[in-house]
Nanobody
Framework: QVQLVESGGGLVQAGGSLRLSCAAS????????MGWFRQALGKEREFVARINYTGARTYYADSVKGRFTISRDNAKNTVYLQMNSLTPEDTAVYYC???????????????WGQGTQVTVSS
């Protein structure tokens, strides 16, 4: 089973950018759809973006559409989340996840990363 490690979080001013990375172990990375989720303090975890096995299909939450871009490099076993025009409302712990299906139905999520903190100051 693939294991995931996120990196790239930090503190940024509103309007700034960050790029998150999620490195996967194992030889089966390309057989998983990948996604990013986030959880703000006191709130439930929410979907941010997902990408299919080849990178040809992506889907975003309305709250990040046009500002965030998900991508993957199967040769490097890594998925990225480029975040632009950040606002304080984007402050959260960001998690990557691997899913056996592009739909990311709860029963299809195979594994989660440990999370990386993103804090956007006003």
């Amino acid at each position: 089973q693939v294991q995931l490690v996120e990196s790239g979080g930090g503190l940024v001013q509103a309007g700034g950018s960050l790029r998150l990375s999620c490195a996967a172990s194992g030889r089966t990375f390309s057989s998983y759809a990948m996604g990013w989720f986030r959880q703000a303090l006191g709130k439930e975890r929410e979907f941010v973006a997902r990408i299919n096995y080849t990178g040809a299909r992506t889907y975003y939450a309305d709250s990040v559409k046009g500002r965030f871009t998900i991508s993957r490099d199967n040769a490097k076993n890594t998925v990225y989340l480029q975040m632009n025009s950040l606002t304080p409302e984007d402050t959260a712990v960001y998690y990557c996840a691997a899913s056996r299906s592009y739909s990311f139905s709860p029963g299809e999520i195979a594994t989660w990363g440990q999370g990386t903190q993103v804090t956007v100051s006003s």
